[in-house]
């Protein structure tokens, strides 16, 4: 299984970014699947979470601002980021627990995707 996100970039203060994360590979199911971030020095921190039934958990920081939806037929994470602020600015990685087969053994596991800069700066 593999993540794959893109839509990083920079962006005034202010503006609009939309992140995307594809989950490939042989699957069963994907449960939560969620948008971290991360700077340098800094512990990576949980900004928006999505369960399978469509449950929402935001940072703080970001509720009324960034908003993540899941598209299970296409197997991807959307997250619509508002209003950005330069403290916005991080590496953001998409994670996702997935359920699959290795052989005949049914494994849950958490995967990573490589993660996308954004920048936010006038």
């Known amino acids: 299984v593999q993540l794959q996100a893109s839509g990083g970039g920079l962006v005034q203060p202010g503006g609009s970014l939309r992140l995307s994360c594809a989950a490939s590979?042989?699957?069963?199911?994907?449960?939560?699947m969620a948008w971290y971030r991360q700077n340098p020095g800094m512990q990576r921190e949980l900004v928006a979470l999505?369960?399978?039934?469509?449950?929402?958990t935001y940072a703080d920081s970001v509720k009324g601002r960034f908003s993540i939806s899941r598209d299970d037929a296409k197997s991807t994470v959307t997250l619509q980021m508002n209003a950005l602020r330069p403290e916005d600015t991080a590496v953001y990685h998409c994670?996702?627990?997935?359920?699959?087969?290795?052989?005949?053994?049914?494994?849950?596991?958490?995967?990573w995707g490589p993660g996308t800069l954004v920048t936010v700066s006038s």
């Open positions: 994670n996702a627990d997935v359920s699959y087969y290795s052989g005949s053994l049914y494994r849950l596991s958490n995967f």
């Open positions: 590979g042989s699957f069963v199911s994907i449960n939560n």
């Open positions: 999505i369960e399978r039934g469509g449950t929402t």
